[in-house]
């Protein structure tokens, strides 16, 4: 009989890639979203008549419950969130109950249904905020720098403790920032990718504002990672693991090399605030700096080590930075050329 899997956050980057792994492997997969006053059909058009639609909230537990006595899955994966840091000082209760609170609902959920059901909880890099040890592995503390990086916190606790409290077979994969063609134009990647594809394709005049040029991220492919969320729950024992490359980059050199790979070379003056990116053969200017986008605390630096991942459970990302960014800007500029779908 095939396996069932229910998925939190069906209609954000990473319910896209889970759900068609699932698939591959032969699952059952139940995407639960929440209500919507648009319609979400075009935003899982690509799932469609392929996984079930199950209503529910994370905030809600006798959704999460009624999900669970229906279709009683044999995992059940929480990718749910307020996921955009910039907005969780802004929506500061909603993140804590949504991105913290709803990971305890959805592990109660299961204490009361069935504590076979093997959770995987999304945690984040970003629970380590500016920890004063690099790279970071499944040891260093949490010093969190925002409301999302401390409600993670939460949610990673409450993880470990119903699974040492109830024998949940509950897992924390500790993801570092991983990004693709799925990923919301918000982030800084596909910002970045997006306005390089409308610059290319002459859809939009030369600028580009962004916030820190200098934070460092250890970014990945989406689709390696969720590869990961498998392998944790395919495990005897859960445990908890930090998912990343070992590499890590700034904003100012990811800007660099998606520019690189649409052909325009950009060459940096003025250091600092002030600092703009000019397109060096033309000497127009394409990237400024917005002080607006700054946040009222950064992270400077995230590298993972993902160590105890490879030793343990065998998972290797398969994409480094320049394949990464170069599947993102080659996808946006064939999508705004009407050659692929989107
Ligand atoms: P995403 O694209 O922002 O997707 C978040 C999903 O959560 C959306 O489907 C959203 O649904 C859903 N959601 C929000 N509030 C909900 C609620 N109250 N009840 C049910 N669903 C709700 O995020 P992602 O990049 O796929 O990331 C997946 C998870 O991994 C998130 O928990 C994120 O915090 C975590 N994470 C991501 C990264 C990364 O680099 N991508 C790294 C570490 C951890 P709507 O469409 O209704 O808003
Ligand atoms: O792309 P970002 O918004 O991602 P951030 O804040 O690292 O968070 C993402 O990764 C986390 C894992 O570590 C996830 F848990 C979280 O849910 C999310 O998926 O920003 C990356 C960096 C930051 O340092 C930011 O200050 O880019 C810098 N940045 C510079 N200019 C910008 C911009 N970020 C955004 N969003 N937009 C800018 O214009």
């Known amino acids: 009989m095939a396996k069932k899997a229910v998925i939190t956050g069906i209609t954000g980057q990473d319910g896209y890639y889970l759900a068609n792994f699932l698939l591959n492997k032969g699952y059952e997969v139940y995407g639960m979203h929440r209500r919507s006053s648009l319609d979400i059909e075009e935003r899982i058009a690509d799932l469609r008549g392929k996984i079930k639609l199950v209503h529910g909230d994370v905030t809600d537990t006798s959704s999460l419950v009624n999900i669970l006595q229906k279709v009683n899955p044999d995992e059940f994966y929480n990718l749910a969130a307020q996921s955009f840091v910039p907005d969780s000082w802004t929506q500061l209760e909603s993140t804590a109950e949504i991105t913290g609170l709803g990971v305890l609902k959805c592990l109660e959920a299961i204490r009361l249904t069935n504590r076979d059901i093997k959770f995987y909880q999304a945690s984040s890099s970003e629970m380590f905020g500016n920890t004063p040890e690099s790279p970071q592995n499944e040891n260093s503390p949490f010093l969190p ?21 109830f024998g949940i077979h509950a897992s924390n994969g500790i993801l570092f920032n991983h990004e693709s063609s799925k990923r919301g134009k918000q982030f800084v990647t596909r910002k970045i990718s997006h306005s390089v ?34 392998m944790m729950l395919q495990q005897e024992k859960p445990g908890d693991f930090v998912i990343g490359t070992g590499e890590t980059h700034s904003v100012r050199e990811f800007a660099e090399e998606a520019f690189g790979v649409a052909g325009i070379t950009v060459k940096w003056e003025k250091k600092g605030v002030d600092e703009r990116g000019y397109d060096a053969t033309t000497g127009r200017e394409i990237v400024s700096v917005d002080s607006r986008l700054f946040r009222p605390a950064e992270i400077d630096l995230l590298c993972a080590d993902p160590r105890k991942a490879r030793e343990n459970i065998g998972w290797e990302p398969k994409t480094d930075f320049k394949g990464l960014v170069k599947i993102m800007v080659e996808h946006d500029i064939e999508n705004l050329k009407g050659k692929t779908g989107g």
């Not at 720098?145 to 409290?165: C, D, L, M, Q, W």
């Open 197 to 230: 594809a409308e610059i290319k394709t002459g859809k939009q005049d030369y600028s580009l504002g962004l916030g820190n040029l200098n934070a460092k991220r250890d970014w990945g492919y989406a689709l390696d990672y969720v590869e990961a969320m498998w």
């Open 145 to 165: 720098r925002s409301p999302y990086g401390f409600s993670k916190v939460f949610g990673y606790h409450a993880t470990i403790n119903y699974r040492e409290s």
